[in-house]
């Protein structure tokens, strides 16, 4: 290699510096002819601007903005502003290896899920976005896009959260489609204790009502008698303790008002019967939950991301938007959850310290250790990517 002349090169760091006629030395091979320039350390090869500025550009991106809208914030915040090709291509570039971790690292869950679906307007076609959420440790599972919300789409959907087997789907919250039971019936989900949302279902049942009595929508409105007994007796079921205790009160306004008022009511207490097993699930699974706030609360962060909800172009741009949130996301809930399995532990030695002869106790430390140094090999990959794509300088981890 012979030194052959100097190419000139415009380098923006993160911290908004610019140099404008930086050198960097060009090289050529005596035997082949190719040029090779040597851009050492500080300068950005194939690029003009350092991994700091595009880990901004990232982040910006998947906290909710839009290329357009990430260019702006680069002129509020400092001198280095970057073209929204140039914010495409760089989210483009980590998207393949985001996408392999988002989908096939094990997380530690807890095997049971809130389920929940989003819609979505894609190239001005009616769409969805289908998401789960671990109930107890807030990991999101699984968040795809879909043309659909067909049985045969929500399964797939599903046994793409379970990573091929790694995870185990024990039991699920979901909200108030009615061809979800049939899905329990297949082949793989029948073990799965299922429980709808008992605030939707009662959402529902309160309109119903309503519209039996004459009232339509307007649901700001006194119910007349018997209809207002009626909507007493049926919610009274939801307060009940125990699962005998539902099923006495509902058989009570069953007894009161069933074949007494119209074929409207008769409807309603016979819908109640039809969907009692999973509207009470929770009395059986103590795991399970009474409802799907935990998904709604997390996909309603999503619903605000105006790059998510109207300029995607294609399902491919919504799953990667959707990996990249999802990604972001479950590296902070790994932090905290090692946080959390490390207490534990701490924890249980202070009870072995205090009663040194009971192995259960020392059964169950060694148990969460062994449990704990497997997260952290999966919380390894997660954090490889981090590093790679989106740490900025002055950031220092919960957990190193």
């Known amino acids: 290699m012979t030194k052959n002349g100097t190419n000139d090169r415009t380098v923006y760091t993160g911290n908004g510096?610019?140099?404008?006629?930086?050198?960097?030395?060009?090289?050529?091979?005596?035997?082949?002819?190719e040029y090779t320039p040597n851009y050492g350390d500080f300068i950005p090869e194939n690029a003009n601007y350092q991994e700091e500025v595009k880990a901004k550009a990232?982040?910006?991106?998947?906290?909710?903005?839009?290329?357009?809208?990430?260019?702006?914030?680069?002129q509020k915040i400092g001198r280095v502003?970057?073209?929204?090709?140039?914010?495409?291509?760089?989210?483009?570039?980590?998207?393949?290896?985001?996408?392999?971790?988002?989908?096939?690292v094990k997380l530690p869950?807890?095997?049971?899920?809130?389920?929940?679906?989003?819609?979505?307007?894609?190239?001005k076609k009616k769409a969805y976005a289908l998401n789960m959420v671990d109930l107890e440790n807030d990991f999101y599972v699984n968040a795809q896009f879909s043309q659909d919300r067909?049985?045969?789409s929500i399964i797939q959907s599903f046994r793409s959260?379970?990573?091929?087997?790694?995870?185990?789907?024990?039991?699920?919250?979901?909200?108030?489609?009615?061809?979800y039971g049939s899905i329990f019936k297949k082949r793989g989900f029948t073990r799965v204790h299922t429980q709808r949302c008992q605030p939707h279902y009662k959402k529902n049942l309160n309109e119903a009502i309503y519209e039996a009595a004459g009232l339509g929508k307007q649901l700001k409105k006194d119910l007349p008698e018997p209809y207002s007994e009626l909507k007493k007796a049926l919610f009274a079921v939801f307060n009940r303790s125990t699962l005998a205790r539902a099923e006495r009160q509902l058989a009570l306004a069953e007894w009161r008002f069933y074949g007494k008022i119209s074929e409207n009511v008769d409807k309603i207490i016979d819908d109640f019967y039809h969907l009692f097993p999973i509207l009470f699930r929770?009395?059986?699974?103590?795991?399970?939950?009474?409802?799907?706030?935990?998904?709604?609360?997390m996909n309603l962060a999503l619903e605000k991301y105006p790059s998510l909800k109207k300029h995607m172009k294609t399902g491919a741009g919504v799953d990667m938007i959707l990996d990249g949130m999802v990604f972001l996301h479950n590296f902070e809930m790994?932090?905290?959850?090692?946080?959390?399995?490390?207490?534990?532990?701490?924890?249980?030695?202070?009870?072995?310290?205090?009663?040194?002869?009971?192995?259960?106790?020392?059964?169950?430390?060694?148990?969460?250790k062994i449990h704990l140094s497997w997260v952290r090999k999966d919380f390894g990959k997660f954090k490889e990517v981090y590093l790679r794509y989106f740490k900025l300088s002055h950031e220092v981890f919960i957990v190193e």
Not at 167 to 178: H, L, R, T, W, Y
Not at 282 to 297: I, S, Y
């Open 109 to 123: 869950t807890s095997g049971y899920f809130g389920y929940d679906e989003i819609f979505l307007r894609t190239n």
């Open 150 to 152: 067909k049985n045969k």
């Open 282 to 297: 929770h009395h059986v699974d103590r795991r399970l939950t009474r409802t799907n706030n935990a998904t709604e609360r």
């Open 161 to 179: 959260a379970m990573r091929g087997g790694k995870m185990k789907m024990k039991g699920i919250v979901f909200d108030g489609a009615k061809n």
């Open 334 to 368: 790994f932090q905290a959850y090692i946080l959390k399995t490390k207490s534990k532990i701490s924890e249980l030695e202070q009870n072995i310290a205090a009663f040194p002869d009971d192995n259960e106790l020392k059964s169950l430390k060694r148990g969460l």
């Open 58 to 74: 990232r982040q910006f991106l998947y906290l909710g903005n839009t290329p357009g809208e990430v260019v702006k914030i680069f």
């Open 17 to 33: 510096r610019v140099f404008k006629t930086f050198k960097i030395q060009r090289y050529r091979c005596r035997e082949c002819g």
């Open 81 to 104: 502003v970057p073209s929204e090709s140039s914010v495409r291509n760089w989210v483009k570039d980590a998207s393949e290896e985001i996408h392999d971790v988002v989908k096939n």
